[in-house]
Structures are given as C-alpha cells and as structure tokens.
C-alpha cells in the first residue's frame, strides 16, 4: 500500500473507502468497532492525497488507514474504554501515538474488554467482539477489536494495548501477527492506565514487516512521558532479511507439555524449523510462571484500583443526577463486574501499608532477576502465547481461567520485555500462535528471527475464508 500510495497508483481517499465499505459490511457481525469515525477518516485522506500532489515530503505511512483500541485518547472523537464509565468522553487532546501516525486515515475506536480488564473481549459495554474465523468464538483481549480488524481485513494495521498479553494472544486467537514493545519503547502519553508500571502499547499487523513499518513511526523518547526510554531507535526494517543461524533460542519442555495437542505440536515444529535454520535449540526451565501469575494479579489489581479512584463523575464521564455528594459518587461507578472484581481485589492488594503490593513487587524482582540471568544462557525465548485455540463465547468464564489464559504471556510484562506474537498452524480450522521473547530493547532481534519465520511459512497469510468472500 505505501509503495502503491508513493507512485501514484492509488490514493488515500481511495483506500480509505474501500477499508470503510469492508468495515461497515463486517460490524454487524464481528462488532470489532465501538465507532466507525468515516469522515475523520476521509478528511484526513483528502489531507495527504493533496499534499501528496503538491509534492510535499510524506512518512511512510502517511495515507495508510488504521484504527485504534479505543483506551488511546482521540482529539475530538469518543474513548470510552468499552465503559458506561466513559459514556460520551471525548478527549481534549491525542495520544502521543495518535500525534505520531497523525498523517494514517483513523477508520474507528476499536473494542475491548472494558478498561481493558479481561481476555476474551466479553466484557466491553458495547458487547463482545467476535473471531472472524468463527463469530461464535471470542477474538481474545482485550485488545480483541483491534486483533479482530486486522484479521478480517477491515484494517491494515491497529493499535492496541499489553498488559499482561492483551496485544500477543487477540494475535494469537485471530491468526495475525502482534508485537509488544518494550516498556519505555513506545511513550504512554494519553494512553487511559489501567496498570502503569505494565501497560505498554503495542502494534498488531498482518506482518512483522508491517510490523516494523508502524513500530519505526510510534517508538522514541516523549518527555511527557516519565516512563520514557532516553535510548535511539534503530533501523527496524534493517532488521528484517537477516538469519536465524547462530541464535540460540530457549525452550521449556514442561510448558510444552502443558499445552493442548495442536499448540505443543505446532511449537515443536516451530522449533525443529530454526534448528534446520541453523538456530540453537536449549532446554531451559521457566519453574516461577505462577509466581509470575500471583504477582501480576497483586500489582495489576492495585494499580488498577489507584488508576480508576479518578472515575468520580466530577471531571468527566458519567455522572447521575444525584441530591448528594455521596449519591452521586456511588452512582457514577456503573463498572461491570469483572472491573468491579478487579478492584476489589485491588483495594485488598493494597491493604494496610500496600503489604501486599510490596510482596507482589518484591516478587516482580526476584523473577525480573531470573529472566536476566537466562537470557545470559538463550538469546530468545520460544513459548506458547496461550496453551489453547480461540474458545466459545457462549461458554460462562471463569474468572480465574481468563486470568490464566496469559499465563505464558505475563513474564514479558512484569520484566518489561519485548515480545512478538507469530501465526504458525492451526487447530479446528482456528489459528495457533507462538510467542518469541527477547532482552529488554532488543526489538530488533524479535523483528528478524519473526520475519525469518514468515519468509519460511505462509501461515500469517491466511485469512478466514467468509470474511475474505
């Protein structure tokens, strides 16, 4: 598309109609958007299709449209965070991602698990977003929307947010391709927290060389952000064409064994295929994931409950006609119950002192310690990005159950690590997904052992056959 959009053969306003035909045709039944915002869109489009004419120097992305997983504030343009919350807030101002890919056509805020609580994209307040390979299945969250475009095609990219595996296992569900950069890679400014210290956003593609594309536009330092790394980007498209020969990739055979048949099969094929690559296969032993899971939920919990205490309806958001101060700060707090459960177990988190946040944090070091001192032993590590296929959205979840199905994702996010999400087979006509992890900014590498994968196998170009008619 930009090297259709550079020479000429194609314009902005053309591309950006025929993405919005596809995304109004498939929103009755994947529900993926919260709103479809079609004249934002073609204005934008007119914008870079004039300025195009004029000559004028363009990025690469400029005239490509995208949507946006609707926690990232939008000028002018309703984010809700799939909350009654947030019914009707409309920022004042962009997200520093937004500013950034301000010249890409915004085609709609895409939905999720309501502020972002959740992985199967059930919770939303607008209603459950569906797998494009089978509506009745759950695309996964909660950044499942924006997973759920890309797949369908209703999107050439998307923009979500990782948490604790909220970009890599909608990838995953939906057979595209999902990257969580570092943190600190990609400024957080304007982002609506859910959990500070873990929030990070990411970038879900058909391609890691999409992939690379996008992440080169949003990456770098942003003072407003205190969390911001001060380091230089580098050149991630150069990354992409290298080898895998030499690399020494680190396999878990107990998390294997814990996988259900077409995910242990698939990741045992996947590592046979960089061992014929001239990749490096090791045996390593990953003995603290539920650690890693009991510490999540105690820091996520209660940093969620600090971040949501502003949600009063005094500044904004909903806010009830109420005779009293108190009524009124009740009655503005129209969580769903999965929010409510969450801070709940937040405020607990928390406790006398913050004991129990102390204890997640101290945790938090010691597995941060670990996962240094192995990738002193692997340069990447291979693991399932969840032990299962995509499941029923009719089936009633389990609260704990949803929590585990980031079990194998939650590592990168508590030590801050880059990681990437890659289609690699299927199970009952639904896509599988393996997870690559590296060192802290170390994206580069992840971009070419991904796109080294996908010149090897065709899996992330396949597309779900009803939707593609």
């Not at 949507?67 to 009654?84: E, F, H, P």
């Not at 209603?127 to 009745?136: E, I, R, S, V, Y």
């Not at 990411?202 to 060389?209: A, F, H, I, K």
């Not at 064994?257 to 014929?276: F, T």
Request: proline share 7%; hydrophobic share 40%.
């Amino acid at each position: 598309m930009a090297r259709g959009l550079a020479a000429g053969e194609i314009s902005s306003r053309e591309l950006t109609e025929d993405f919005l035909r596809r995304s109004e045709r498939w929103q009755r039944t994947l529900n993926a958007y919260i709103e479809i915002t079609g004249d934002r869109a073609l204005a934008t489009a007119k914008r870079i299709d004039a300025l195009r004419c004029r000559g004028e120097k363009l990025g690469p992305l400029a005239g490509i449209p995208m949507a946006l997983k609707d926690n990232i504030s939008t000028r002018g343009v309703a984010t809700t965070c799939a909350s009654r919350v947030l019914a009707g807030y409309i920022p004042p101002y962009d997200a520093a991602v937004v500013e950034k890919l301000g010249d890409c056509p915004l085609l709609g805020k895409a939905n999720l698990d309501e502020f972002a609580m959740g992985s199967s994209n059930s919770t939303s307040a607008y209603g459950p977003a569906c797998n494009p390979w089978d509506p009745a299945r759950s695309p996964g969250g909660s950044s499942g929307g924006s997973a759920a475009l890309v797949a369908a095609g209703c999107a050439p990219f998307s923009l979500g947010t990782d948490t604790g595996g909220s970009v890599r296992q909608p990838a995953a569900f939906c057979g595209v391709t999902g990257f969580k950069p570092s943190y600190g890679r990609v400024s957080r400014w304007g982002l609506l927290p859910l959990a500070p210290s873990l929030d990070q956003v990411g970038v879900l593609t058909p391609s890691v060389e999409d992939c690379a594309l996008v992440l080169q536009e949003i990456a770098g330092h942003d003072s407003r952000d205190a969390t911001s790394a001060g380091m230089s980007v580098p050149d991630y498209r150069a990354a992409l064409g290298t080898e895998v020969s030499g690399l020494k990739i680190g396999l878990c055979p107990e998390v294997l064994a814990d996988c259900s048949r077409g995910v242990g099969s698939a990741l045992a094929e996947a590592a046979r295929e960089l061992e014929k690559g001239g990749g490096q296969i090791i045996s390593v032993s990953l003995p603290f994931l539920e650690e890693a899971m009991g510490a999540y939920l105690l820091i996520a919990s209660a940093e969620a409950a600090s971040s949501l205490a502003r949600y009063d309806g005094v500044a904004y958001g909903y806010r009830p006609l109420s005779p009293t101060l108190a009524e009124m700060y009740l009655g503005s707090r129209v969580f769903g119950p999965e929010v409510l459960r969450r801070l709940l177990l937040g405020v607990c988190s928390q406790g006398k002192g913050g004991g129990n946040y102390e204890l997640g944090q101290r945790v938090r070091r010691a597995i941060v310690s670990r996962l240094d001192a192995l990738f002193g032993q692997v340069d990447l590590l291979l693991l399932p990005v969840v032990s299962h296929p995509a499941f029923r959205l009719d089936e009633e979840p389990d609260p704990l159950a949803m929590h585990y199905n980031d079990l194998y994702s939650i590592p990168a996010n508590l030590a801050g690590l880059p990681a990437l999400a890659l289609p690699c087979g299927f199970s009952e006509g639904l896509p599988l997904s393996l997870q690559l992890m590296a060192p802290r900014f170390r994206e580069d590498l992840l971009l070419a052992a991904g796109s080294w994968w996908q010149r090897r196998t065709d899996w992330h170009h396949r597309r779900p056959r009803e939707v593609c008619s």
